[in-house]
């Protein structure tokens, strides 16, 4: 079984988002980039399949400018056996419905039965892609999944799903897409043996132009604001006492 | 899991100016050597900040063909001024003739240092060398020789106890024929290469100051690229030397900094508040107007100059740029002292790798920066002997009338970390409130350096003796760890009614001013967690 894992390059979420007034977009000009966290969850989840040996290929598609190179190492670093790179020519605004259908494309081209990714990312929050990609080739969809066990003959899967209401369990057959939430693992770093090695592992590149994709813009950007930061004094609570206490001094409750 | 090792001809530690320029120069005098750099910070540039006035020739020397290409180089220094802040909105402004020679300016870039590493990491990638971001080297190993070998890296995943985690990753060994240290000023492994092997012996201790600095975005009509700013005084007083600086650069930004000598006396003085106050004065707000403070930071600077300057070859390795303490007092400047000391040992290794006869002291004496630090070689000592005013003359009258040629040379014996004076209540110092305009407290300002570690490790501060903090440090000096940390990493808070040394690692900025200014040596900074620390942008 063949497991896709689609990762994408964000502004580290450790760094603070900057706008640049001119262009009404957050501005990445020298900033520090990393790999999604909920991709990197993604990439831990599918490389312990394959060490147990329920995976035969793990594959990390990305899709991005030259520097989106650098993502895929990192998952080839983390073990992912090896990865494409579908190149665009500028910071072109990829919509989740564009990604959705480029992923399909791959995901066809590499006949995966099981896709496995972030349940968004944590640049734009959409949340989309996961759901609209299960649209588009009609693979079974499990969201924001904490648990992910597969059956013994590799036909089904079975996740915990967190939703808002608690944990829903449910049963998807394969070919499957499921989005990851946080509490899915704790994902294994890249060590630097493994980022040596990962430099003589396969990377396609494919030119997004060759896959006539429309990547026409479906939606506007009405304007870009920055979070204030005055009031970012934060302070950390250690029980639900405090906090209680916390808030009903400040009236809110 | 099992320790993995890997072997390079030659891996350095550091990828600053002196790091990265070896590194280049030694692809270029041999493509065929394999190289490899380790650098802390999560990527090149991340963990660099300067001013930063930088001296263009050395680049041009390493990169004659591309250096003019290099997109950093926008903004020549167009005007330098020099003014004496004489209080807190008073001022007079240093006619150019009276300014010593070394802070003129002509010819002269405002950059981004961090920029500039990231450019020539990129050259390095071009020309062969493999750069590993996000790696610190933790220690260095030796062979039974005692001649050093190689690096290891630190081991992820270890909780704070010290306990495996889930995502325990063990570090790994690379050996080479010659390492390089490059780690910049008070190098952790550089300090223990230095007691070790005696590198400092025959020299004055080293001294160094810390330097503050924020950059501004502003939209007013004092923004004038290329425009460079130095002050003295005001807020700095008696006992306490260094200056300010403020330079127009591209893009509307402003870097403001202030400099602050590690010899000060006054245990209650904090580095960080004066910086906060020095930008509240005329000559400075003017262009910090209706801007927008986007990044903050602070790192130690090496100044002790040649009297300082450790030995910089021993067995197996190098020590170079400001690890070793090749700054240039005179100006503060050190970005082009590290390219040039990283090209010479270079020059120098690539000659011993073939196994020419080669005496690195030679090699030194005979090179420029040689030159350029003899000739500055009484200005901090100066500074710091006679104080301020006297120095200020003293380094004026050398430099402009005897062009820095008297036949003596004036040396400062004492430590950083043994000027405190006792704490004493009428020295107290009092700093007004923030004004949140201008300036700031630490919380709001650590917010924009980007520091982050990994929570669940262990304490990368390390103290000899637990205890002296709330003792020896504490009676004596009011601990002064809790104002000299530009982080507020280090605290005394109340725990159930007695005094507790907190310790904050997850701010650390990697200055390293703890470990050169505390009064009782008692803290060592070692790397964290790879990838930890700030996450400076464009500093
Ligand atoms: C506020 C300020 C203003 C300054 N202004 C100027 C100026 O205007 N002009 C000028 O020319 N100079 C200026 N300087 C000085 C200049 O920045 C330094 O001289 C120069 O950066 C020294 O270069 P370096 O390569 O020796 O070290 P650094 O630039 O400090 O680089 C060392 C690198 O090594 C890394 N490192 C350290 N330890 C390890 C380890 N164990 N493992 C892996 N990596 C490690 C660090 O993260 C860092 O990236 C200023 C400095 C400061 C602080
Ligand atoms: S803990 Fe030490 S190295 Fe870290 S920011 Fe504070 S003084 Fe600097």
Not at chain 2, 290 to 303: D, E, H
Not at chain 2, 353 to 379: A, H, P, T, V
């Amino acid at each position: 079984m063949k497991i896709i894992i689609p990762v994408k390059r964000v502004l580290d979420p450790y760094t603070q988002a900057r706008v640049n007034n001119q262009t009404q977009q957050v501005d990445l000009t020298n900033a520090k980039m990393a790999m999604n966290p909920f991709c990197e969850i993604a990439v831990e989840e599918a490389l312990t399949l394959k060490e147990s040996g329920s995976a035969s290929e793990t594959i990390a598609v990305s899709i991005g400018t030259d520097k989106t190179v650098d993502t895929l190492r990192t998952a080839l670093a983390m073990g992912v056996d090896r990865a494409i790179f579908v190149k665009t020519d500028s910071e072109l605004d990829l919509q989740p419905l564009h990604v959705a259908k480029i992923l399909a494309n791959i995901i066809k081209r590499e006949e995966a039965q099981l896709v496995i990714m972030g349940k968004q990312a944590v640049d734009n929050d959409n949340n989309q892609t996961g759901q609209m990609l299960s649209g588009l080739i009609d693979y079974s969809l499990g969201t924001f999944i904490s648990k992910f066990d597969l059956s013994a003959d590799a036909s089904s899967v079975e996740v915990c799903r967190e939703i808002d209401s608690g944990i829903e369990t449910r049963k998807l057959n394969l070919p499957a897409i499921v989005t990851v939430d946080l509490r899915l693992n704790e994902p294994r770093y890249a060590s630097l043996p493994n980022i040596m090695k990962a430099r003589s592992k396969p990377l396609e590149t494919i030119e997004l132009s060759s896959l006539e994709i429309d990547t026409a813009p479906r939606i506007k950007v009405v304007s870009v604001e920055e979070s204030g930061t005055k009031d970012r004094a934060s302070k950390q609570i250690s029980s639900a006492e405090e906090l209680f206490n916390e808030l009903n001094q400040m009236g809110v409750l | 899991m099992e320790r993995e090792s890997i072997e390079y001809d030659v891996v350095i530690v550091g990828g600053g100016p002196s790091g990265l320029a070896s590194a280049c120069k030694l692809k270029q005098l041999n493509p065929n050597l394999s190289v490899c750099l380790l650098e802390k910070g999560s990527e090149i540039g991340s963990h660099i900040l300067s001013g930063a006035v930088f001296e263009p020739k050395t680049l041009f020397d390493l990169f004659p063909d591309d250096a003019k290409d290099c997109p950093t180089l926008k903004t020549p220094v167009a005007k330098d001024d020099l003014f004496w802040l004489t209080g807190e909105n008073k001022s007079i402004k240093v006619p150019s003739w009276l300014m010593p020679k070394s802070l003129h300016n002509k010819g002269n870039y405002i950059i981004s240092l961090g920029e500039l590493c990231q450019w020539i990491s990129e050259k390095a990638m071009e020309l062969g060398v493999d750069i590993f971001p996000g790696f610190p080297a933790q220690s260095y190993l030796k062979d039974e020789s005692g001649r050093v070998i190689g690096i290891s890296t630190g081991d992820m995943g270890i909780d704070k106890e010290g306990n495996q985690k889930g995502t325990y990753t063990p570090g790994m060994d690379i050996l080479a024929k010659q390492t390089i240290f490059a780690e910049g000023a008070r190098g952790h492994l550089g300090k223990q290469l230095i007691r070790e092997f005696n590198l400092d012996e025959g020299k004055t201790p080293q001294h160094f100051a810390i330097g503050f600095k924020e950059v501004w975005e502003v939209d007013n009509d004092n923004h004038s690229p290329g425009d460079v700013v130095h002050t003295m005084g005001w807020p700095l007083n008696k006992g306490t030397t260094g200056g300010g600086f403020l330079y127009h650069f591209d893009n509307k930004r402003v870097a403001v900094g202030l400099i602050v000598d590690l010899n000060y006396t006054n245990p209650s003085h904090s580095p960080f508040q004066e910086f906060q106050q020095f930008k509240k004065h005329p000559k400075i707000k003017q262009f910090l107007d209706s801007g927008k403070r986007v990044s903050y930071g602070a790192r130690a600077i090496t100044k002790g100059g040649i009297n300082s300057l450790v030995k910089m070859d021993f067995n197996g390795g190098m020590i170079i740029g400001c690890d070793a303490g090749t700054l240039n007092p005179s100006k503060i400047k050190g970005s082009h002292c590290a390219l040039q000391s990283g090209i010479l040992a270079a020059e120098y290794i690539h000659k011993i790798l073939n196994e020419e006869i080669c005496d690195f002291d030679d090699l030194f004496k005979g090179s420029s920066l040689y030159q350029e630090l003899y000739k500055s070689r009484n200005f901090s000592a100066a500074m710091h002997k006679f104080g301020f005013y006297v120095g200020a003359a003293y380094n004026f009258i050398e430099s402009n009338i005897f062009r820095n040629a008297l036949p003596f040379t004036i040396k400062d014996e004492q430590r950083d970390c043994d000027s405190l004076n006792l704490n004493n209540p009428l020295y107290a110092k009092e700093y007004p409130a923030p004004d949140n305009v201008l300036s700031f407290d630490i919380t709001s300002s650590l917010f924009l350096s980007g520091t982050n570690h990994e929570e669940d490790q262990p304490v990368h501060l390390k103290l000899t003796d637990p205890s002296i903090p709330l003792t020896r440090n504490k009676e004596l000096f009011d601990e002064p760890a809790q104002r000299y940390c530009p982080a507020g990493v280090y605290e005394i808070i109340d725990k159930e009614g007695e005094d507790y040394f907190q310790i904050n690692a997850q701010n650390c900025l990697h200055c390293k001013t703890c470990d050169i200014k505390d009064p009782s040596q008692n803290i060592n900074w070692t790397p964290p967690e790879g990838g930890g620390g700030p996450n400076y942008i464009g500093m």
